[in-house]
């Protein structure tokens, strides 16, 4: 089965500096990757998801990249804020399929 | 927009007690999935339903079942509990062949063993 790792688990940047957390997976036949961000005892919300067939998609100050033939993909947060500061955690999944997460990385965004 | 809908938010249960977690996705959303957190871990898969069956199944205990309704919300049931089945229980639906095809997750369940 799908086997999802995630680095950094913990990162610290200060305000306004950039934010990159990569993560791989090991079945080929993936074809779609959310990331979810998740505040301490609520729910992981959607932030951003690519598809198999897109390299790259980027929305305000977040941005995801897709390596197929390398097998990862990596979340980039731009001028972050204090408000950033969560646990995001990728997802790796056929369509329809459950989502196998990575372990979660936490970030802390230093003002 | 509606989101999805869990109850209860929080459940204290003895050991070898049962508990029953209900969740109502999105409306014209037909598949749930159940996963359970442990404190400072990732969600992990436990079941998953489309149009009222069994889709998927991981990591689920044989002590709990689930079912989807015909109105299309789902119960997980959970009997024998033990200390180790405290966690976030999270349920999420999605509409499948739809635009998106992700999962959007509830408030979740807070299941506390004493």
């Known amino acids: 089965g799908e086997n999802v790792e995630q680095h950094p688990s913990t990162l610290s940047v200060q305000e306004g500096d950039s934010a990159v957390i990569k993560c791989t997976y090991s079945d080929s036949a993936s074809n779609y990757f959310p990331w979810y961000k998740q505040e301490l005892g609520k729910r992981p919300q959607l932030i951003i998801d690519i598809r198999s067939n897109v390299g790259e998609k980027k929305d305000q100050r977040i941005a995801v990249t897709l390596n197929k033939t390398a097998k990862h993909f990596s979340l980039h947060i731009t001028e972050t804020q204090p408000e950033d500061s969560a646990v995001y955690f990728c997802?790796?999944?056929?369509?329809?399929?459950?989502?196998?997460f990575g372990p979660g990385t936490r970030l802390s965004v230093l003002p | 927009a509606a989101g999805v809908i869990q109850s209860p938010r929080h459940l204290i249960k003895e050991k070898r007690e049962t508990a029953t977690l209900k969740c109502y996705p999105i409306p014209r959303h037909d598949t749930v999935y159940w996963y359970q957190q442990g404190p400072g871990q990732d969600p992990q898969f436990l079941i998953s339903f489309y149009e009222k069956m069994q889709s998927d199944k991981g990591s689920i205990p044989d002590r709990f079942s689930a079912q989807q309704f015909s109105d299309y919300h789902s119960e997980l049931n959970m009997s024998s509990l033990e200390l180790g089945d405290s966690a976030l229980y999270f349920c999420?639906?999605?509409?499948?062949?739809?635009?998106?095809?992700?999962?959007?997750f509830g408030p979740g369940t807070r299941l506390t063993v004493l």
């Open positions: 997802a790796a999944t056929l369509y329809g399929q459950n989502f196998v």
């Open positions: 999420a639906s999605s509409l499948s062949g739809g635009i998106t095809d992700t999962q959007y």
